[in-house]
Nanobody, 123 residues
Framework: QVQLVESGGGLVQAGGSLRLSCVAS????????MGWFRQAPGKEREFVAA????????DYAESVKGRFTISRDNAKNTVFLQMNSLKPEDTAVYYC????????????????WGQGTQVTVSS
């Protein structure tokens, strides 16, 4: 059973930075594309970023392009989300997820989810 554990969330002022990490258990991490999603209070969960199995391809939501960077270290079964120039509207619970595929899939094709980590950006 694959498990994902996020960390790195916290409280930061607008304009600040945070780096989220997601560690996966199991041996097959490197075979799958990974994604980050977020859910703000009262809103639906939304896509943030994704990375293919070999990190050659990435994808971002328009709202975070140029500010967030997704990366992965397959040797450490870890995917990262570097978040810079944070805004109050980035406040949400951030989830990492493992897709069913090696290349970046559609947003519905993620089958394993972490428990989430809270990110709060104060103005």
């Amino acid at each position: 059973q694959v498990q994902l554990v996020e960390s790195g969330g916290g409280l930061v002022q607008a304009g600040g930075s945070l780096r989220l990490s997601c560690v996966a258990s199991g041996r097959t991490f490197s075979s799958y594309a990974m994604g980050w999603f977020r859910q703000a209070p009262g809103k639906e969960r939304e896509f943030v970023a994704a990375i293919s199995w070999n990190a050659r391809n990435t994808d971002y939501a328009e709202s975070v392009k140029g500010r967030f960077t997704i990366s992965r270290d397959n040797a450490k079964n870890t995917v990262f989300l570097q978040m810079n120039s944070l805004k109050p509207e980035d406040t949400a619970v951030y989830y990492c997820a493992r897709s069913y595929y090696s290349l970046i899939p559609s947003e519905k094709d993620y089958g394993v989810w972490g428990q989430g980590t809270q990110v709060t950006v104060s103005s």
